[in-house]
C-alpha cells in the first residue's frame, strides 16, 4: 500500500479531476488498487450518481424557480434547462 496513490487520488478529487481519471482508469481496464474500496466502473457509476443527485438536479431545480419566478420568459433560459434536463 503506497500513500502517495492515496494523495494523487485526494489531489484530483481536490481540483476536480476525478471524472476524467475515472474515465481514463475504465477506459484503460486498470484494476482496483489496494487503497480503493470499488473497481474503477464501479467507482466511476457511484461518483456519477452522486453528481446527479448533489449537483444536476438541484441546479436544475433552480433555474426552473427562476424561471418561474421572472417576468419575462427568454427562450434562452428554456433551452438553458431543456439541455439540462438532457444532460442528467
Do not use: N, W
Amino acid at each position: 500500500k503506497k500513500p502517495s496513490h492515496f494523495l494523487k487520488d485526494a489531489l484530483a478529487i481536490s481540483v476536480g479531476f476525478k471524472p476524467a481519471l475515472d474515465a481514463y482508469r475504465v477506459g484503460s481496464g486498470s484494476e482496483q488498487e489496494d487503497h480503493q474500496l470499488f473497481p474503477p466502473l464501479q467507482d466511476m457509476a457511484y461518483c456519477k450518481i452522486a453528481e446527479t443527485v448533489f449537483e444536476a438536479v438541484p441546479s436544475s431545480i433552480v433555474q426552473i424557480y427562476a424561471l418561474l419566478l421572472a417576468e419575462e420568459k427568454g427562450l434562452d433560459a428554456i433551452v438553458s434547462i431543456l439541455i439540462s434536463a438532457a444532460t442528467i
